[in-house]
């Protein structure tokens, strides 16, 4: 029997069945002339005696080719999730707060302050107020209401201004109000910047009765997707890849990591990247660099775990 097989896939599934292998079939054989053409793109062909021996390595291969295909999923969430992660989320905008949408192409905001003044908001424990200088407490606004800004550096010591359209708003003064009167006075701003937004057609949130509901529930099930085509041949994964003797605290500790710190400061860490430029879906990076970091680590780093015995 003569069996096409990849040499970089699956080779260790040759010798789980005792079959005794090479690259190279005998001289003179149809599997030899075969292995001549394809030698180009990797491709071999094995020349199979008994169906004892037939039955064995099938059998292997194909075991081989769900825990590759497992690894492939995983392989492609993380690249499908890189590669879409920017128009999904615009999608999302679009179809369930579309007055959100239009806002942002009608009415942009522009943000003008001294960049030495601008911090950034970084607050992994939700301790700082960010209300130290005039730049952050309107640039922490912008970002907590959901609107995408443009920055322009002003001059040196200059106290920022919000704009958009014809209005703009002067930020409180950090330097020149103090205590209680610098709480109400920002207090005062942030009701007044809303009022601006309002007019200018930016939502306090999304219309229940203008959302999309169709094509909100299929890009989140894309969504999802991709997530169960990551986790899903997690476990076994994990599972393979260390010993009996260490594998809870060897599976713990890196899964717990993963989720809960990396995980967990996502929500921190994207809010100083979107108050930082102005751009409400630049917090996106840190998940697509995660999913590439991990793309990478998993295919050229991870061992392979086929046949890899998990009582051990």
Known sequence: MLLPLNE???TRALTSANVAHSTRAPAGSQARRRNDLAAKDGTYVFELGDGSTKDKLTAALRACRRSAQSSARSAAGCLLAMLTYFPLFEALTRYANPALYQAQAAAPVTVFADPGQCSFQFDPIGKNKFDSTSCDIA???LAKAGVSYVRIDAPSGAVAEIRSGATTLTAPDPRTVTGKDRKDAIAKFQAAAKATLSAAGYPDKADPAAINKPMVVLILFVLVLYVTMVYGPIAAMLVELFPAR????AMSLPYH????????FLPTTAFAMVAATGDIYYGLWYPIVIAGATLIIGLFFLPETFKRGVDA
């Open 8 to 10: 970089g896939l699956c």
């Open 139 to 141: 640039k922490s606004f």
């Open 246 to 249: 260490i594998r809870y605290s």
């Open 257 to 264: 990591i993963g989720n809960g710190w990396f995980g967990g």
